[in-house]
């Protein structure tokens, strides 16, 4: 099997070594960064299998990130797993085009199994 690749992106460097030590663990290759800037340039320039990103960050936050995977043809098929500290019933309830949203703290078996569900969904729907 091709190892597939997450883009982590995560501001906070315990939750972010956390997650990547969890892929990892799973056999994921993993791509780590804190900032829109760096995350757009990875994921215009690199194939990226799914998204991990948290909602806050500096400058621009995750949101932005979705809107520009889901805006973009190109892009628009990986799959998105927000993080946040933030109601998660609030971000739902704004319609986000993110396939999970996770508040935090959350359980890394959680995350994990959303991001193997998701990989595999998104494997299906590319054959």
């Known amino acids: ?12 460097e315990f939750i972010s070594n956390s997650i990547v030590k969890a892929l990892k663990k799973e056999g994921y290759g993993v791509v780590t960064t804190s900032d829109y800037k760096t995350s757009i340039n990875i994921i215009d320039g690199a194939q990226i299998d799914l998204v991990v990103s948290d909602v806050m960050l500096p400058f621009a936050g995750g949101l932005d990130i979705v809107e520009h995977i ?49 990989i595999k969904k998104a494997a299906v729907s590319v054959e």
Not at 1 to 12: A, H, Q, Y
Not at 97 to 108: Q, R, V
């Open 1 to 12: 099997m091709i190892s597939k690749t997450i883009l982590v992106i995560e501001d906070e």
């Open 70 to 118: 889901k805006n973009s043809p190109k892009l628009s098929h990986i799959p998105i797993l927000l993080v946040t500290g933030m109601d998660r019933d609030i971000l739902y309830s704004s319609k986000i085009p993110a396939e999970a949203i996770i508040s935090k703290p959350f359980d890394m078996s959680q995350l994990v199994a959303l991001v193997n569900a998701n």
